[in-house]
Each structure stands twice: as structure tokens, then as C-alpha cells.
């Protein structure tokens, strides 16, 4: 499974971006996906997950009412749309696919990782 997300730029504090991550590859199966993000010097952190079906999401506790995500099957693709933008959250994002173990917070508990695009919120 190949991962490509897309979406990041630079935006005000306050502002918006949704963030893209199409899925190729074997996608006659449908898997959980996730968004993490990460900055210089510090582990990558989990932000939002979602599962195959869409029917169930979990957040940080940072991003909570203030980002969404959704996906669309038919599309392969999975969104992060992040409102309220704050300069903390300026770091690159990467999507994630497939965590057997469900354990979404842990980096290591997916299979599959996409390039990374960066989000920079200026102040």
C-alpha cells in the first residue's frame, strides 16, 4: 500500500488546512488510517485515527473540536480537516495505514506510512 498525503502550506494562527492522503496499491482491502505529525527533535505524535468503516474516530486530546477526520472509500482517501489553527500545531504530517493492534497512539503499531506533508502556522 502506497500513501500520499498533500495538503500542508503555511497559514495564520486561526486559520484552516485539510489535510489529503490517498491510498494505491492493494486497496481491495479497507484499513483503519491515521494522521500523526512530528517536529525536529521529537517523537512522532499521534493525532487522529479512523476506522475502516468511518464510524469511529479518536483524538488527541490537543486537537480535540478543533481538527475532524473523515474518509471516503470510494476515493481511497482519508482527510484531516484542522480548524483553529495554532503555531504549536506546525509540524510535518504524515498519514499511516492498517494497525492490527489498534493501538493508535503507537507509531509502531502501523504497517504502512506516507511522505509527510508540512503544516507551518505562523503567529
Known amino acids: 500500500v502506497q500513501l500520499q498525503a498533500s495538503g500542508g502550506g503555511l497559514v495564520q494562527a486561526g486559520g484552516s488546512l485539510r489535510l489529503s492522503c490517498v491510498a494505491s496499491?492493494?486497496?481491495?482491502?479497507?484499513?483503519?488510517m491515521g494522521w500523526f505529525r512530528q517536529v525536529p527533535g521529537k517523537e512522532r505524535e499521534f493525532v487522529a485515527a479512523?476506522?475502516?468503516?468511518?464510524?469511529?474516530?479518536y483524538y488527541v486530546d490537543s486537537v480535540k473540536g478543533r481538527f475532524s477526520i473523515s474518509r471516503d472509500n470510494s476515493k481511497n482517501t482519508v482527510y484531516l480537516q484542522m480548524n483553529s489553527l495554532k503555531p504549536d500545531d506546525t509540524a510535518v504530517y504524515y498519514c499511516?495505514?492498517?494497525?492490527?493492534?489498534?493501538?493508535?497512539?503507537?507509531?509502531?503499531?502501523?504497517?504502512?506510512w506516507g511522505q509527510g506533508t508540512e503544516v507551518t502556522v505562523s503567529s
Open positions: 496499491g492493494r486497496t481491495s482491502r479497507v484499513y483503519d
Open positions: 499511516a495505514a492498517d494497525s492490527p493492534t489498534r493501538s493508535w497512539a503507537n507509531p509502531s503499531s502501523w504497517r504502512y
Open positions: 479512523i476506522t475502516w468503516t468511518g464510524l469511529t474516530t
